[in-house]
């Protein structure tokens, strides 16, 4: 399987806080996505960075890209409440017709 | 509004009884996907289409069937359903490959009995 993984699987903050989360993947990539998805709903898209760029912004979330390491990280910053969801990050085959999503990360911010 | 709409959002149903979990989307996407969401292991892509009548596999294509007859509708199939099936389905659409994002369906629960 070419299955990602997030890292950890499960975070718990304070509101007010940074939340860090790491995504590994197995392949080479032409680009990497990253989801939220709340309890029970379909998956919502936050941000695509493609295998040329290394960092993204786009409001309170930024992402990074390592494709040596094959890694990407999530970082919302001053979490709010609202933020509580699971965060999968998701990679492109090398064709860009499938897609490989990861295990995900539990956020849990406390109010 | 732009939306991917999958019917039905449950369904109970016995083993080898045959159905189909409808999806539909109103944004002319070329592309459309299936995948499987079970606990610890993240979404799987079962089936894919980059267009109409053009259908391939995913990862775990094995007991699905799909189909692209029109570039709007992308039902999945389950010819005889097993309960190892029994898992929370999302439809996706996005107008091409991975270089845009995904737009999902709000999910469909099956439990095979």
């Known amino acids: 399987s070419q299955q990602g993984e997030e890292d950890p699987q499960a975070l718990s903050i304070q509101e007010g806080e940074n939340a860090t989360m790491n995504c590994s993947y197995k392949?080479?990539?032409?680009?990497l996505q990253w989801y939220r998805q709340n309890s029970g709903r379909g998956l919502v898209h936050l941000i695509l960075?493609?295998?040329?760029?290394r960092e993204k912004h786009s409001g309170r979330l930024r992402v990074t890209l390592d494709t040596s390491k094959k890694s990407s990280s999530l970082l919302i910053t001053a979490s709010r409440a609202a933020d509580t969801a699971s965060y999968f990050c998701?990679?492109?085959?090398?064709?860009?017709?499938?897609?490989?999503f990861g295990t995900g990360t539990s956020l849990t911010v406390i109010p | 509004e732009a939306q991917v709409t999958q019917n039905p959002r449950y369904l109970i149903t016995v083993t080898g009884k045959k159905l189909t979990v409808t999806c539909s989307q109103n944004?002319?996407?070329?592309?459309m996907s299936w995948y499987r969401q079970d606990p610890g292991l993240g979404l799987r892509q079962i089936y894919y289409?980059?267009?109409?009548?053009?259908?391939d596999k995913g990862d775990v294509p094995e007991g699905y069937k799909v189909s692209r007859k029109e570039k709007r509708n992308f039902p999945l199939i389950l010819e005889s359903p097993s309960p190892n099936q029994t898992s929370l389905y999302f439809c996706?659409?996005?107008?091409?490959?991975?270089?845009?994002?995904?737009?999902f369906g709000d999910g469909t629960r099956l439990s095979i009995l």
């Open positions: 289409s980059m267009n109409v009548e053009v259908t």
């Open positions: 392949t080479s990539i032409n680009n």
């Open positions: 996706a659409s996005t107008s091409r490959d991975g270089s845009q994002p995904q737009h």
């Open positions: 960075i493609r295998s040329n760029e």
């Open positions: 998701a990679t492109d085959s090398n064709t860009g017709n499938q897609f490989y």
């Open positions: 944004m002319n996407h070329e592309y």
